[in-house]
């Protein structure tokens, strides 16, 4: 009888493990600029990542190393000259940026681009809860989503809950990003790509928008991707660290090789390590 439960469980233990479906999947992607001519340009060589649902990657690189390339391929904005990405099993490879809206959000540098500086951040909120939505061009801004708006915000602890019927053009960098981030996530994206969303901020803000960021992302277990040239933001945030160089992904922690990384040996891994792929899952 302990046999065949042991058996069945051993089973079962199986069949997840094949079922086992990652949230994003890249294989073997490669990108090369202007082939063939002066201007060739090679941005990526044979990257593969996967992502686990939940997971947050963040990646760094120095400049040239590929980080932008990657995401924008993510995105949709660039085609892979090889390689194959799937988000949820889906096989996304060939979908245009507009058709992986649905499945991806996406933060960008600059506080502006992901908000409307004319509408109000409740009209924003509402534009970004409308997303997909087919019929109509009223916002249905009843007043119980203005409430759950009110809530979310509130919960950032930036005062913002006060100022719902602001214009965006009216608010910091920081608390503009912050509307961002709420925006990109109020559908639940499958993929959240983070595109140094912290970089044109000034240091205290750009701590505070990552405050906001580790809340968002850990309280829907959104499974994200951020890019960072900021390395503390890398030691302190995400479950995941990967780096790349060359375009190829040269090093991939998670669990406890993770947590014992630090900024020196981080930076020597950087200056030292050759190009071979290293990678150190715990
Ligand atoms: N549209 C493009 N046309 C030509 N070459 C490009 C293009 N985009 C990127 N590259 C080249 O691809 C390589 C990788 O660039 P990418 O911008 O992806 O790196 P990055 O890691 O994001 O760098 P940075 O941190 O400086 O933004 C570089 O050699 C870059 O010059």
Redesign the pocket.
């Known amino acids: 009888m302990l046999r065949q439960l042991k058996q069945r469980h051993l089973s079962s233990v199986n069949a997840m493990r094949e079922t086992y479906i990652p949230m994003l999947s890249v294989e073997g992607v490669s990108?090369t600029?202007?082939a063939g001519t002066v201007?060739e340009?090679?941005?990526?060589t044979d990257v593969s990542l996967k992502l686990a649902a939940g997971d947050f990657a963040v990646v760094v690189?120095?400049?040239?190393?590929?980080?932008?390339?990657?995401?924008?391929m993510l995105a949709g904005e660039?085609t892979p000259d090889s390689g194959v990405i799937a988000i949820d099993g889906r096989d996304v490879t060939p979908l245009p940026t507009h058709r992986r809206a649905q499945h991806i959000a996406r933060v960008f540098q600059d506080p502006s681009i992901g908000t409307a500086a004319a509408l109000s951040l409740e009209e924003n909120l509402a534009v970004a809860h409308r997303r997909g939505a087919k019929r109509g061009f009223s916002l249905g801004l009843t007043t119980a989503l203005s409430g759950e708006f009110r809530d979310r915000i509130a919960s950032f602890d930036l005062g913002l809950e006060k100022r719902l019927k602001a214009k965006a053009s009216l608010l910091s960098g920081g608390q503009r990003q912050a509307l961002s981030l709420l925006m990109a996530v109020l559908q639940r994206p499958q993929l959240l790509l983070l595109d140094?969303h912290t970089a044109a901020l000034d240091p205290r803000t750009a701590e505070i928008v990552m405050r906001v960021t580790h809340q968002v992302v850990t309280e829907s277990r959104l499974t994200t991707l951020m890019?960072t040239?900021n390395m503390q933001h890398a030691l302190d945030y995400g479950n995941r660290l990967v780096m790349?160089r060359d375009?190829r992904v040269v090093g991939d922690l998670s669990g406890d090789a993770k947590r014992a990384m630090t900024m020196e040996k981080l930076m020597a891994t950087f200056n030292e390590t050759p190009d071979a792929a290293m990678t150190v899952n715990a």
């Open positions: 990108k600029f202007h201007d340009r090679i941005a990526l690189g120095g400049n040239g190393a590929g980080k932008s390339t990657f995401l924008n660039v140094e890019v040239h790349m375009g």
